[in-house]
C-alpha cells in the first residue's frame, strides 16, 4: 500500500472516528437537555402547587377570621345592624375569594390535593350556610332560633378546623416536606 492510500484511509478513519464521537457528544447532550428540562419542570410544578396550597390556606383562614368577626358582633351588646351588616359582606365575600382559591390547589393537583381540598371547601360552605342563617335569624329578631343557630355554626366550625388540618397534612404529602 503506498503512503497515498494510507493517508486517504487515515484521514476517513479520522472523519468516521470525529463524526461518531461528535454524534455521540450530541446524543449525551440531548439527555442531559432532557434531564434538565424534566427537573425544570417538576421544580415549576412544585412551586405551583406551593403556591396554590399557601393562598388556599390563607383565604380560608380569612374566611374563617371575617366569619368570628361576625359571630363576635352578633353576640356583642350594643352592636348594630349595619354593623352586622358590614361583617355579613365582608364573610360572604371571603368566600368567592376562597372558592377560587380551592380551584388552583385542585387544577396544581396531585388527586388527593383535589379531593382534600373539595372536603375543606365543603366544610366552609356548611360554616357559611351555618353563619348566614345565624346571622338572618339575628337579622329577623328570631330570638327562639338564636341559640340553635349559633350551635350549628360552632359545629360547622370546628368541622371546618378539622379539615383544615386534613389539608395541611396532605400538603405536606404532596410537596414530600416529611420525607
Known sequence: MDAGLAGVIGAAVGVLGG???GLIAL???NSQ?????AIDRETRLEQTRREAYLACIETSKHVTADWWKLVNCLLADGSSPEQHELYATEAQHGWVTFTKTADAVSMAGPN????VVQSLR???WRMDRAGTA???CVRSADT?????CEREFRVAEAARTQQGFLFLAAARRALMTEH
Open 33 to 37: 437537555q432532557r434531564r434538565q428540562r
Open 122 to 124: 365543603e366544610a366552609i
Open 27 to 29: 446524543l449525551g447532550q
Open 19 to 21: 463524526a461518531g464521537t
Open 144 to 148: 327562639a332560633n338564636f341559640a340553635a
Open 134 to 136: 345565624w346571622y338572618e
Open 112 to 115: 388527593e390535593m383535589a379531593e
